[in-house]
T-cell receptor, first 108, second 114 residues
Framework: GQSLEQPSEVTAVEGAIVQINCTYQ??????LSWYQQHDGGAPTFLSY????GLEETGRFSSFLSRSDSYGYLLLQELQMKDSASYFC?????????FGKGTRLHILP | DTAVSQTPKYLVTQMGNDKSIKCEQN?????MYWYKQDSKKFLKIMFS???????INETVPNRFSPKSPDKAHLNLHINSLELGDSAVYFC?????????????FGPGTRLTVL
């Protein structure tokens, strides 16, 4: 079967660092993507990892370990505008499967 | 310019009615999708079309019928609407670039069935 697990909610303080974990089980794995969705908005692409290691894009970084079927999204210097839901997604050879999303709450 | 657009943005209707949602993308992508996001935010793929050809049909009830008149458009028609169809429906398009398949989502259509 296939599954993706990520925490349903995470809370962090403005200016801090937060890590959102994602574990997956699937066949035909190509890579792991991350998407951000603000309330009332559409999901938007953040990052993609096909190979093991860390990919950095500004304040956001994403990590993948294929051997552990595990990845995470790291958000640094948190800002209030980062309050949103974050989805990990498995890119397979036939389609993309999304996790259930992690709601990130940021406290001032 | 809007990359992926959907109409309408909101749709409120009675059970048993038939309704359509339209989607257009101006990105020149070959592949388009319909996703359903329920009240718990679970985002699930329903259909995928590549160059007007259906390539994914994820065990969606046959009351849902997608139609792609050309590769820039993918419409969704829903017959005999049920309460459980209430959700946000997102259209998306994608193209594989340097091995990365990035989904570009439309703004969503919030369907409420009464």
């Amino acid at each position: 079967g296939q599954s993706l697990e990520q925490p349903s909610e995470v809370t962090a303080v403005e200016g801090a660092i937060v890590q959102i974990n994602c574990t997956y089980q699937t066949s035909g794995f190509y890579g792991l993507s991350w998407y951000q969705q603000h309330d009332g908005g559409a999901p938007t692409f953040l990052s993609y990892n096909a190979l093991d290691g860390l990919e950095e894009t500004g304040r956001f970084s994403s990590f993948l370990s294929r051997s552990d079927s595990y990845g995470y999204l790291l958000l640094q210097e948190l800002q209030m505008k980062d309050s949103a839901s974050y989805f990990c997604a498995v890119n397979r050879d036939d389609k993309i499967i999304f996790g259930k999303g992690t709601r990130l709450h940021i406290l001032p | 310019d809007t990359a992926v657009s959907q109409t309408p943005k909101y749709l409120v209707t009675q059970m048993g009615n038939d309704k359509s949602i339209k989607c257009e993308q101006n990105l020149g992508h070959d592949t388009m999708y319909w996703y359903k996001q329920d009240s718990k935010k679970f985002l699930k793929i329903m259909f995928s079309y590549n160059n007007k050809e259906l390539i994914i049909n994820e065990t969606v009830p046959n009351r849902f019928s997608p139609k792609s008149p050309d590769k820039a458009h993918l419409n969704l028609h829903i017959n005999s609407l049920e309460l459980g169809d209430s959700a946000v429906y997102f259209c998306a398009s994608s193209q594989v670039d340097r091995g990365i398949d990035t989904q570009y989502f439309g703004p969503g259509t919030r369907l409420t069935v009464l």
